[in-house]
């Protein structure tokens, strides 16, 4: 048996090479197969899905040609090789767009920050929350529709200028009676930064998830759209359940409640989250956070 063994060893393996593999060499691996994975679960559920599907299908059409050696296939996608990379740049425009943006957003360095925070830290103040949250609340309760948008890092400029300018502190009444029915100004998002409403009546980009449930309306796939492109907390009210959704990196959650609503504002009303839950002095916000 040994002898049969080696005989095969000596036959079938004896010339195959083994490189040496190094801890560097898995590392590697590693990192190109959670970027790889990374890439494919961020465009699963957009309209880029279908187009890297098609462009697999193509390229699988030229390795059938190349497997039987198809000469005039081969040469044309030789030729129009360049064409079709310059092709999927144009065409994944939007997606590479949102890559750079998110890649932008991380802040690599706060959690080294060894600095309390203060009023020059505050987006927003705790009476803005406040606010946010009961007009939300109150809204949902008689069934007016709503749509509030919660800028951070990224500026929101070019949405704002859709709708109709405004400078007003953030206030229970104001909210309520901007989204009032039959008003100038209740159709649309409103856009707020720090303490105060920015503008009205603001048109939204739409989500291109796939997945979005078929009974959600244009409010919420805004809401989920804006929330693809920027880093901002969205806060959706229904017109027809009352339920209030938060909307926040592409991820929408529905029939959220006020402790839920008011964590999440918290989570955000600080320029680095992270450090506010070690060294904030106060106390009693965040019990619910890890739930």
């Known amino acids: 048996m040994q002898l049969w063994i080696q005989n ?32 494919m679960l961020w465009i699963k559920n957009t309209k880029a899905w279908m187009l890297l599907r098609g462009m697999l ?19 044309l996608a030789e030729a129009a090789i360049n064409v079709l990379a310059v092709a999927a740049v144009v065409v994944f425009q939007p997606e590479l767009r949102r890559a750079l943006e998110k890649l932008g957003e991380k802040n690599l360095f706060s959690s080294f920050s060894l600095f309390d925070k203060n009023k020059e830290n505050q987006r927003f103040s705790d009476y803005t929350i406040e606010g946010i949250v009961r007009a939300s609340f109150d809204m949902g309760s008689v069934k007016t529709g709503a749509l509030i948008v919660v800028e951070q890092a990224i500026h929101l400029t070019e949405y704002e200028m859709t709708g109709i300018e405004l ?17 100038p100004l209740h159709d ?53 359940t009352g339920k209030v959704s938060v909307a926040m990196g592409g991820q929408l959650v529905r029939g959220v409640t006020a402790e839920y609503l008011e964590t999440r504002l918290s989570q955000i009303q600080y320029r680095m989250p992270d450090t506010r839950k070690r060294f904030s002095l106060r106390k009693g916000r965040h019990k619910d956070e890890e739930n």
């Open 8 to 39: 095969f060893m000596n036959k079938y393996i004896g010339d195959w090479y083994f490189p040496a593999i190094r801890l560097t060499d898995i590392l590697e691996i590693l990192i190109i197969t959670v970027i790889v994975y990374e890439i």
């Open 57 to 75: 299908t193509l390229a699988a059409f030229i390795l059938f040609a190349a497997i039987f050696r198809m000469h005039t296939i081969l040469y």
């Open 167 to 183: 400078d007003c502190k953030v206030s229970r009444q104001v909210l309520i009676n901007i989204f009032e029915h039959n008003t």
């Open 188 to 240: 649309g998002a409103i856009i707020i930064r720090g303490n105060r409403i920015t503008s009205a009546t603001c048109y939204l980009p739409l989500s291109d998830n796939m997945q979005i449930s078929k009974d959600l309306g244009t409010r919420h796939r805004a809401a989920l759209g804006i929330s693809e492109v920027s880093d901002a907390l969205v806060i959706a009210v229904s017109e027809e």
